[in-house]
């Protein structure tokens, strides 16, 4: 088969996995990779590179950054490069029909569940949130919708207790490279047709926001584990610690559930080297590793040598 000429639209880390299989599968002519404009990070506001511009760069693919993906200018530089296929992995931008429709086969999208469910921008996390059993990646030719493209494959993989979403994320960049680099040919030959997304039935994933990391400690514990689970790394799972001259922030990194036991909402019940055990709604969280704001992140016991945490102290939404 003759290369498909590719452009390859992507920002986050989770699109690097697609990219490096497409650069290394000779089945793809990768001819421009599409990325957001540079940012500033970190503390000290240093123009930083997206991810996926690092990962073309050290492949040696060519790199365009337009501001908005609709511009005039930017849409007839793509035409010039007359695609074959225009791959989509978290770009993090809408495209226009003039871009869905330039390519001969189109555009598909890798998408990180199992649509029709969480669509929209944050499918990992709202699946460890909501306590699904499993999760996945769902290759999708995409149209003028949210993620409401006919859905071409999909792969299907079991959300475990040691998950969270950053364990999730990785497991789930490689599988959507595996499906992709193993769906595309096959789409391309005809030999796979597209099944329509349902009318009815499906959810939306909405932006994560920092304020989603609260931790309100009248819900269960293992609403409150889902939480924390699904909102690692970032932007934390957090609550404070009441009983000194200021509540003091603290992240929470790692804990699990204790059944059977409980107390007043919030209140810590024990404090050891085993763990941080604070009553919730229904049943007690155990913190296991936990960070002070503006501290290192660290095991209980370890916390609990430099900060003591007495039962009956509150921590508090």
């Not at 919708?145 to 475990?160: C, E």
């Not at 969270?164 to 960049?173: E, K, S, W, Y």
Request: with cysteine; glycine share 10%.
């Amino acid at each position: 088969m003759t290369p498909l000429k590719t452009i390859f639209f992507g920002t986050a880390e989770l699109a690097c996995a697609s990219l490096a299989a497409l650069a290394r599968d000779s089945q793809f002519q990768l001819v421009a990779v599409v990325t957001q404009p540079d940012k500033a990070k970190g503390r000290d506001l240093k123009i930083q590179p997206t991810p996926v511009k690092a990962e073309a760069l050290k492949l040696g693919l060519p790199v365009l950054q337009p501001v908005k993906a609709h511009a005039l200018e930017f849409i007839a530089e793509l035409a010039r490069l007359q695609p074959d296929i225009i791959i989509v992995a978290a770009y993090g931008q809408i495209l226009p029909q003039s871009i869905l429709d330039l390519p001969r086969l189109g555009c598909l999208n890798v998408h990180t569940s199992l649509l029709p469910n969480y669509r929209g921008a944050a499918p990992i996390q709202w699946a460890i949130l909501n306590g699904d059993a499993e999760s996945g990646v769902t290759i999708m030719k995409m149209d003028a919708g949210l993620d409401t493209g006919d859905i071409l494959t999909q792969s299907r993989t079991t959300i475990t207790e040691a998950d969270n979403a950053q364990t999730l994320h990785d497991r789930l960049a490689g599988m959507g490279a595996e499906l992709l680099i193993g769906t595309v040919p096959q789409f391309a030959e005809g030999k796979i047709i597209g099944q329509r997304q349902p009318v009815e039935g499906f959810s939306y994933a909405r932006k994560i926001s920092k304020e989603d990391g609260r931790l309100e400690w009248s819900q269960p514990a293992r609403t409150l584990w889902n939480r924390v689970r699904g909102l690692t790394p970032w932007p934390g799972a957090f609550t404070f610690l009441s009983g000194e001259s200021r509540q003091t922030m603290l992240k929470i990194w790692e804990a699990d559930v204790i059944e059977g036991i409980g107390g007043s909402h919030g209140e810590v019940l024990r404090a050891d080297k085993e763990g941080i055990i604070v009553a919730c709604g229904a049943s007690a969280l155990r913190v296991l590793q936990l960070q002070r704001e503006g501290g290192r992140r660290l095991r209980a016991g370890e916390f609990l040598m430099g900060h003591p945490v007495a039962p009956g102290t509150r921590f508090s939404t």
